[in-house]
């Protein structure tokens, strides 16, 4: 994870006060990079698991078969609305466009009239939020340092 230990920060030893090592990290709390990227995997893990889609297919590069395509929109939805991630860092984390990660997200709202569809998603949602409060209690891995 990108943390930065308390031994790397820096004391100024003329005004005594802790400079920051960098000023897009703080302690105590991951950057929205590390957060993200830590979520893209849990979300992964989560929907290769539940659509028996392999994550290598997943993060491929190319569409693939159907059932490939709706685990990736899946796994784009679930990082969308679960875990607060904005469409560019879904994008980002998948090498998508922004606005692929917004139709995707589309697509699955609109799948989810259908019951079955909706029982299997809501899990998945219950799950990922289940495992990021289990994080956040450990660590602060679960709440991101938003600027």
Known sequence: MD??????????????????VDQNFTLGA?????????????ALAIVSSN????????KRSNRGKTNICVA???????LHT?????YCEVAMFLS????????GCRLIEDMRDDEN????????????????????SYSSVGQPDVR
């Open 72 to 78: 990736r929109q899946v796994v784009m939805y679930l």
């Open 30 to 42: 991951p950057s929205r990079e590390a957060y993200s990227k830590y979520a893209g995997e849990l």
């Open 96 to 103: 998508r466009d922004r606005t692929t990660v917004s139709h």
């Open 117 to 136: 569809f909706d029982k299997v998603i809501t899990n998945m949602e219950n799950f990922a939020l289940a495992a990021m409060n289990l994080a956040s």
């Open 82 to 86: 679960s875990m607060s991630c904005s």
């Open 3 to 20: 943390y930065y230990d308390a031994n790397e920060i820096k004391v100024d030893k003329f005004s005594k006060g802790v400079e920051q």
């Open 51 to 58: 659509l028996k889609v392999s994550i290598t297919d997943i």
